[in-house]
């Protein structure tokens, strides 16, 4: 049963990203927005961002929840040794979503806007980057807990090159998602053709820091590096990872948006996949494992049937959302013709 | 500042901040949807301008709240650790419960806000109505952890920890039904009262007009209803308080000595050194009446307990009169109001009666907060009664301050730009554009 919950977390973990992290993606390329078309810009991260964001985050906060009902000794761990990077994550994600209604309220005072808009797309930079350093920091071997005392410290047994490598894996994966969403949302050709030279510039250095991320691993993360070498599951999701991003730069330049968004999709859900089967059975490396976390069984017996539950009523209600704002849309907008980056 | 003192207060300004956005995600969706309802019945335009315009307001108020309320639950794990540890698998239930309903609400409210053009009415109004019921619902859960801190129950404690724990029973605790259905009718109460407030600010400002009219009457119907009701829920509140808590009770009413047929005390200061709750105003055998509806029950007093297990006395005593105090003015004024309507009297034609609602305006948040002050600090020195104090179970993290500053310092900020926001947007507004627009 400790299995299954954890198999729902993922699930959440995944579509976190997705969908969440593609909202933070978009506000990385607002910072980024510039040129002839900088508002059309702007105005198409807000409208695709704003009637889900609320939504799409809810998420992390499941994740949580599912977390500390199912294995609270592992979230206790994480709450104790990782606390700076997650308060540093928790101000991004108020400062993120403050700012963004903000500025959509702001019309009357142009200064207040625009510091804003800047406030938005800083956090939405930083945010991901440390949810990234908290992934990063879960897998590498430092968080020593004992007695509810971090024997590592408090700054050293996150901050490492590694971590840092996940960040920054991180914000350019969600970067990378985004572009293709907004590419193919977007509602002319060269709004399209601005977020298809993104999206292959996200996906190269979402390639690079994920190369970067593995050979790190060799001297920070040696128990997960190990573990996925020897695990065939989390070896085909990084084959899988490679093959979809391939395919994401030849859809990409071909201009078959749509195909390149799926594509996106598989890369950045295998790679969180392939990551969860290799830190399997851990939750937090070294000490910290599924079955030295649960206290009652019963609690997660009864947590997992209250998610399939709740998935009973989420999932239909998820998909009506998508399908008003998502999917008009796109009948909305120009079919795409073919045309070189 | 000790580490104890900062993280109590980092979560106290936290909870406090959050409960206005909460409340307002409560109550103002069933308000929208009310003037949506009234729009599609009637279809008279002024009931479809005023919710579109709420769903403006809301849009920004709802956005603070679900990121407030993120903040809260990872609060819970950083400065409450061994809390969570010990307690987070039987919370757990309620907690997953809530992620849905808050899913369910934050799905709808999009769907709401942003869906007006690309939805058919009913479907718009089905939408308002399940974000209505889900914040509701997703409040009553939240409202179950607090409840199960005050009353725990549902799990057997062997050698200090958790077991043999029914997710079902620890949801339901004693305090559960009661606090969740006083905490939820106090959002719409305050919320109501609030709206009503401005509506009736503006009119003051811009005349009589029909928008505003329609505004307050939806907004006073709600919180009126609501604060009628609040009465007969905290009544049956103090009572499960009275048989569950007795020093939390005690520490209410300021009651020192146990005592039969104890007075009710109106006001006062309790002065802990001396035992006695100075210059009240005591009704004989009221307390023993209202906490057992005997009247010469016996009220057990702080003496009893052991001075360590006491709250901050006159805190929760000073805390526990404003509310009541403030709940029986808005009582007042809606049975003033419900008279002036009987007698079929426009109510907007009367000046003095639009100024006294400006007047309530604040009250009802004032009562929530008071009222939250009452359950949390009567809580203490207990962050699970009976079985886990506060100061055993606060982080060792070693520089609290820091943290505390930073959130104290973000959430004032938020608080201003929000109320500048609002004010620009609902009250400086120069052309009067929703009054004039019918």
Not at chain 1, 103 to 131: E, G, K, L, N, W
Request: proline residues 4%.
């Amino acid at each position: 049963m400790a299995s299954l919950l954890v198999m729902i977390m993922v699930a959440s973990l995944v579509l976190y990203a997705l969908l969440g992290g593609a909202d933070y993606g978009a506000g990385v390329w607002d910072l980024f927005s510039g040129g002839p078309l900088k508002e059309k810009q702007k105005e198409l991260i807000a409208n695709a961002i704003r009637p889900i964001w609320e939504a799409n985050h809810v998420w992390l906060i499941l994740i949580l929840v599912l977390l500390f009902s199912g294995f609270p000794p592992a979230f206790g761990a994480i709450m104790v040794a990782l606390y700076i990077p997650i308060l540093l994550m928790l101000v991004g994600i108020v400062l993120r979503g403050s700012s963004f209604v903000f500025r959509a309220y702001s019309t009357i005072d142009s200064r207040m806007q625009r510091a804003c808009a800047y406030v938005f797309s800083m956090s939405s930079c930083f945010t991901p980057f440390f949810a990234g350093i908290v992934v990063g920091a879960i897998s590498d071997d430092d968080v020593f807990v004992s007695q509810d005392v971090s024997l590592n410290g408090y700054v050293l047994n996150w901050l490492s090159p590694f971590t840092i490598s996940v960040g920054l894996l991180t914000l350019t994966l969600f970067a990378f998602l985004a572009a293709t969403y907004l590419a193919v949302e977007a509602s002319s050709e060269e709004l399209r053709r601005v977020f298809r030279r993104r999206a292959a510039a996200a996906g190269v250095a979402g390639g690079l820091m994920s190369m970067v991320s593995v050979v790190l691993s060799a001297w920070y993360a040696r128990g997960l590096r190990e573990s996925f070498m020897r695990n065939a599951v989390g070896c085909f999701f990084a084959l899988a990872a490679v093959i979809t991003l391939a395919l994401a730069f030849l859809a990409l330049y071909r201009a078959w948006v749509r195909l390149s968004r799926a594509m996106a999709v598989i890369h950045v859900g295998a790679i969180v996949v392939g990551w969860a089967c290799s830190q399997y059975p851990y939750l937090v490396r070294p000490e910290r494992t599924i079955f030295n976390s649960v206290l009652s069984e019963a609690i997660v017996r009864d947590v997992v049937f209250a998610s399939v539950a709740g998935a009973v009523v989420l999932f239909p209600s998820l998909g009506l959302l998508l399908y008003i704002f998502k999917d008009r849309r796109r009948a909305r907008a120009t079919p795409p013709t073919g045309a070189g980056l | 500042m000790s580490p104890l003192l900062s993280a109590r207060s980092q979560m106290g300004l936290s909870l406090a901040f959050h409960i206005v956005f909460a409340a307002i995600g409560v109550s103002f969706p069933l308000m929208m949807t009310i003037a949506e309802w009234r729009w599609l019945r009637t279809r008279e335009p002024v009931y479809q301008i005023l919710a579109k315009r709420w769903a403006k307001g809301a849009a920004i108020l709802f956005a603070i709240g679900a990121v407030s309320g993120t903040v809260l639950s990872f609060e819970l794990g950083l400065l409450w650790p061994r809390f969570m540890e010990s307690a987070g698998s039987v919370i757990g239930m309620p907690f997953s419960l809530e992620g849905f309903a808050f899913f369910t609400e934050a799905i709808f409210l999009g769907i709401y806000l942003f869906g007006w053009e690309r939805t058919p009415e009913y479907l718009h109004l089905l939408s308002g109505g399940i974000v209505a019921v889900s914040g509701a619902v997703s409040a009553i859960f939240v409202t179950f952890v607090n409840a199960w801190m005050n009353t725990p129950a549902g799990f057997d404690l062997v050698n200090g920890k958790f077991t043999n724990i029914h997710p079902l029973k620890a949801m339901l605790s004693p305090a559960s039904i009661p606090e969740a259905v006083h905490m939820v009718l106090a959002a719409y109460c305050a919320v109501g009262f609030a709206t009503a407030g401005i509506h009736s600010w503006l009119m003051l400002r811009r005349g009589r007009n029909r928008f505003d009219e329609v505004a307050i009457s939806i907004a006073l119907a709600v919180g009126g209803a609501a604060v009628l009701v609040q009465g007969i829920s905290g009544d049956a509140l103090a009572r499960m308080v009275a048989r569950t808590q007795p020093v939390k009770l005690a520490s209410l009413e300021g009651q020192f000595r146990t005592e039969v047929g104890a007075p009710l005390r109106i006001g006062g200061l309790p002065v802990a050194k001396e035992r006695e709750t100075k210059y009240a105003l005591e009704i004989p055998h009221g307390l023993s009446l209202l906490a057992f509806h005997k009247a010469n029950a016996t009220v057990k007093g702080l003496d009893e307990f052991p001075e360590a297990d006491w709250p901050s006395v006159p805190l929760v005593h000073i805390s526990f009169q404003v509310m009541v105090g403030l709940g029986s003015v808005l009582s007042a004024v809606t049975l003033l109001s419900a008279w002036l309507a009987w007698k079929r009297k426009s109510l907007s034609a009367n000046r003095g009666f639009v100024k006294l609602l400006v007047l309530c305006g604040p009250l009802g948040f004032i009562a929530l907060e008071a009222g939250w002050f009452v359950t949390e600090l009567g809580r203490q020195p207990w962050i699970v009664v009976g079985i886990l104090r506060t100061k055993d179970a606060v982080t060792e993290f070693p520089h609290l301050q820091g943290p505390f500053l930073l959130v104290s310092g973000l959430y004032c900020v938020l608080g201003c730009i929000v109320m500048w926001l609002l004010a620009a947007h609902v009250i400086a507004d120069p052309t009067n554009r929703d009054a004039d627009a019918i």
